[in-house]
Every structure is written in C-alpha cells, then in structure tokens.
C-alpha cells in the first residue's frame, strides 16, 4: 500500500494497523484537498500553459503548484503562498534556472529541483521548504526597492520556519576587491530572528583575488553568516570559507591573500551543529603555500555554537573542550533525521535517524504529519521545538538504536496518483532517553512530478 511505512517482516499489533489505515484515509482526505488547488505547467520553450514564470506566478492563485519544465526563467518575484515544483532531472538533466527568485512576505511557499542563481527570502512567518535546489552562484543583492540588502546571492531574511534540504549552494562569483577592506562574497546571510535548518546541505564562500592594479591581496569570503539573534540547525552539512589569493607583483608588492571564515556568529544568534567528523565547519584556504587556513568560526556578541561529542569538526578537528565563550560542547549524540530517495510518484523514500545508543537500545519514535508546527516545549523536549503538531500526527513508529554509527531506518512508498502532485509531508524523530526526550531536526518534502 503506498504512503505506509513498511512495518518488520512479523505480522505488525493492532495499534500499528490502526495507525496505518487512519494514515490512508487522512492520505485519502488530503489529496481531495489538493484537487480543488489548480495544477499550472510551465515550459519556456512552449508546449505548456506558460512560457513565462512570472507569468504564471501572477495568473496562480494561493495553493496552486506550478510544475516547472527546465528551462532559463529570468527574474522572478513571488508574493503569494505557492509550490514552484521543477522536473526532476534525469541523470545527465539539468534542473529549471531562475537569474533571481524575490520571495516577498507570502505566508509561506515550497521550492523543488530548481536552480536559483539569487535567491532572497523577506518576512515569511510559516514554515516553508526548499528541497533539492541549487541556492546562490550570482551577483550578490543590492538595496534597491527598500528591501532588505545583502552582499551575498542567498539572503534569508526574517524567515521564521524554514527548512533547506538536500540542496548546495555553488562557489558565488569570485571577487576582485577595489580597496583593502573588500573581501568576497558570503555563501548565504540568515538575519532578523530567522529560524532555519539546513540539512544535508553544502555553503560556499565566495573566492576573492588579487588586484595588481590597486595592490591588494584577496580575503576570501565567509561562508555562512548567521546573524540579528536567529537560530539555525546544521545536520550533516558542511560550511566552507571562501578562498583567497596572495598579492604577487613581480618587482612589486608582496601581501598574503586570506581564506575567509567558515561560520560567523553575531547579535545574539546560536547555531547547533549535528554530524560526523566529515561534516566540517571550514575556514577557505589562501592560493598561496605559505598562508594559513580562514578561522572556522568567528563569533562574538553572546551568540553560541552548540557541537556534540565525536561530531562536526572545525577545521578538521573535532573539539572536546570549549576554549571559547561561545562554544558549548554536549557530551551526546543527538538525533539527526535524514531522507533517502527521489519525492517523485511512487518512489521509495527511507527515513534515517542516527542518535545516541546503548547495548540494549534507545527507542526513537517517528513521527509524520501534514500539519506543520514549531511549538517550543521547554522542559519535556529538549534540543529542538516541535516541527509537527503533536495533536494532529497521522503516522507514528518505534525502533531502537544500539550503535550510533548504524540507523534505524523506517521506509515508505509514496503515491503513484498525480492528484498527490504537490503535498508536503513533514517528518520529526524523537528519541527517548532515560528521563528525557530529545528531538531531531525537521525533515519534509514536496511531492513532484
């Protein structure tokens, strides 16, 4: 039966039956929902409804998905709550290309399989997705229109529940400073109470070269800036500085070029870092032999980075003490939750959870839901909110851990049926502990095409 996670080989309890029939018939009830919203095509090349994505952004009305043939899409303003859901790629494919995509206050939106060559994000209070996308590679925001500014192609701003899944953002256009002060562009900026994860995801800094005319080295640029008290999840992702170049004039000026920082932290902000040593928090490296690697962290103004024992290494080493006022290291393993497999009709996705483990195993319970939350729970759930609503869970499932270096896996189909074209599933693992309950990050994900 699609969309059920697939119990043991044994005959399953009553309650997990019960479970999964309700989960069918609120599967049922949801896409007789996703009927009454119009499904728009999108093809630049003709052959659809639209040619023109702007053009179909302003015919949509909220709700509506429009399914998006690749193609090269120009500039792109959206203000309403839509799902701009590109065809996924065959192997050898390539993913629909917007120069820029302006997302401005809607109540919320999904993006998949879309490259976005700049991307800003302004005043979004509901949770909203981006799955499988290629983020930044372009010319960095600027402050026209009164909007926020931001000398970086990804710019988050004010998005108070967002979740960026499997998706990279690509090295942003190298820079060649003008004055000693410049340095290259930040792979992505979150600001202004921002709430965000990042999940098995990539950030690059900006590389930065040499003037030869102005005598300046390059300083490359910071990978991700996290910054104006906002709070950012990174599980299994990987932030990298930019890289800078050494000033090298023959019979000239001789200067070290810089490799910019991997992550910086200001204005209050906190950042928990979920992975394993090969998921690194790295300062860019300098095109020269005798210059030093970028920081891995800079951070001031009360903010905090949250890392846990035998987890993401800075500059590759993994950290078991502090040193730093704004470093904390918890003497645990969290409970990171991933995706496997494609969201295209009738595909086999695999939910993973790794967490902390014992030799008779501690039970994770995951749970699934169309309903999407951020409840804090102070006190009973540690480590994160509640990404799903607990009242309105459609599925749930237990296993256990034993070794946290190896999963428990909870697989399931989803639909074949295009009317599911479209619905976001959100998914949240809660392990139990003795004596506690700490929960993973958010991971969701929009049906395709």
């Not at 609120?26 to 499904?39: D, I, K, S, V």
């Not at 629909?96 to 700049?118: G, M, Q, T």
């Not at 300098?286 to 690697?293: D, L, N, Y």
């Not at 790794?354 to 759930?381: K, R």
Request: net charge neutral; with cysteine; proline share 10%.
């Amino acid at each position: 039966m699609e969309l059920q996670l697939q119990p043991r080989p044994s005959r399953p309890p009553l309650r997990f039956r019960t479970q999964t029939l309700l989960a069918a018939c609120l599967w049922t009830a949801a896409a007789a929902g996703l009927r009454a919203q119009t499904q728009w095509t999108v093809d630049d090349s003709g052959g659809s409804q639209f040619t023109s994505l702007q053009a179909a952004i302003d015919a949509a009305s909220p709700g509506d998905v429009l399914k998006i043939k690749p193609g090269n899409y120009g500039d792109v303003v959206l203000t309403k709550r839509l799902r701009l859901l590109g065809e996924p790629p065959e192997p050898s494919g390539s993913l629909p290309r917007l120069l820029s995509l302006d997302i401005r206050s809607p109540s919320a939106f999904s993006l998949s399989h879309l490259e976005v060559r700049r991307l800003r994000v302004s005043s979004v209070a509901n949770r909203s997705e981006i799955d499988r996308c290629v983020l930044g590679g372009g010319s960095p925001w600027g402050s026209a229109g009164g909007l926020p500014p931001g000398w970086t192609p990804v710019l988050l701003h004010g998005a108070q529940d967002l979740l960026i899944s499997r998706s990279a953002t690509p090295l942003p256009p190298p820079v060649t400073p003008a004055d000693s002060s410049a340095t290259g562009l930040a792979g992505m900026v979150i600001e202004a109470g921002s709430t965000v994860q990042l999940v098995q995801c990539s950030v690059l800094g900006g590389d930065a070269l040499q003037n030869t005319s102005g005598w300046f080295s390059g300083w490359g640029g910071t990978g991700l800036e996290v910054k104006q008290a906002s709070r950012v999840w990174l599980v299994d992702t990987s932030v990298t500085g930019g890289d800078g170049e050494d000033l090298d004039v023959p019979l000239g000026p001789q200067e070290q070029g810089i490799g910019g920082t991997g992550l910086e932290l200001s204005g209050g902000s906190t950042v928990d870092a979920r992975g394993t040593p090969q998921h690194q928090i790295r300062g860019g490296y300098p095109m020269g032999a005798s210059s030093p690697i970028g920081p891995a962290v800079e951070a001031g103004g009360a903010s905090t980075l949250l890392l846990h024992v035998n987890g993401v290494a800075l500059n590759g080493t993994v950290p078991t003490t502090s040193g730093a006022a704004w470093l904390q290291i918890s003497g645990f393993t969290p409970p990171r939750l991933l995706l496997e497999g494609p969201s295209s009709p009738g595909s086999l996705v695999k939910a993973r959870v790794y967490g902390s483990a014992s030799p008779g195993g501690l039970p994770v319970v995951l749970f699934a839901n169309l309903t999407p939350a951020l409840i804090e729970l102070p006190g009973l759930l540690l480590g994160t909110p509640a990404f799903t609503d607990p009242s309105q869970v459609i599925y749930q499932a237990v296993q256990t851990i034993t070794n946290p270096s190896t999963p428990a896996d909870f697989p399931f189909t989803l639909p074949s049926n295009p009317a599911f074209t479209g619905l976001r599933v959100h998914l949240q693992a809660v392990q139990v502990w003795p004596g506690a309950l700490y929960g993973s990050n958010l991971q969701a994900f929009v049906l395709t095409w």
